[in-house]
């Protein structure tokens, strides 16, 4: 028996290979069984029979797949969320502390001026006190 050409098998290699074949019209030039098995969907030596629908594993796979990246997303989201949460409350902290600490400041100084108008109004109020003033005599100085 010859040996046919690509795609082809069988006596006088009449016959033509499946196009199920994983490798396109790749098989045994005497039998016809695709050398590198069926693709998808398809099953049996010449892959011309429908794969049972018990070959759901493929499938399930993927949707973990897709199920598991999906809960890797979410987390990824929550920490984010929760990372600006607390990057927004420290800063609005850090905030209020800086306006206390001016509202502070501001009460201090205005304190400090206070003290020294008062000092200054004590100062000028002695100032304009007569130094040689003296009292008149009282009825204790004459007995």
Not at 7 to 30: L, Q
Not at 79 to 102: A, F, P, Q, T
Not at 108 to 117: G, L
Request: charged content about 30%; glycine content about 6%; some cysteine.
């Amino acid at each position: 028996m010859t040996e046919c050409k690509t795609g082809f098998y069988g006596e006088n290699c009449k016959k033509a290979c499946s196009i199920f074949c994983k490798s396109s019209r790749d098989c045994n030039h005497v039998t016809g069984h695709c050398d590198e098995g069926c693709i998808g969907g398809w099953q049996g030596a010449l892959c011309l029979q429908v794969a049972d629908k018990t070959d759901d594993n493929d499938c399930l796979s993927r949707f973990y797949g897709v199920l598991a990246a999906l809960c890797v997303c979410l987390i990824i989201i929550a920490i984010l969320m929760s990372y600006i949460c607390i990057y927004r409350w420290k800063m609005r902290e850090k905030l209020r502390k800086l306006k206390y600490k001016e509202d502070k400041d501001i009460k201090v100084a205005s304190f400090n001026m206070d003290i020294t108008t008062n000092e200054k109004d004590e100062v000028e109020k002695n100032e304009y006190q007569e130094l040689g003033e003296l009292a008149l005599p009282s009825h204790y100085d004459r007995l």
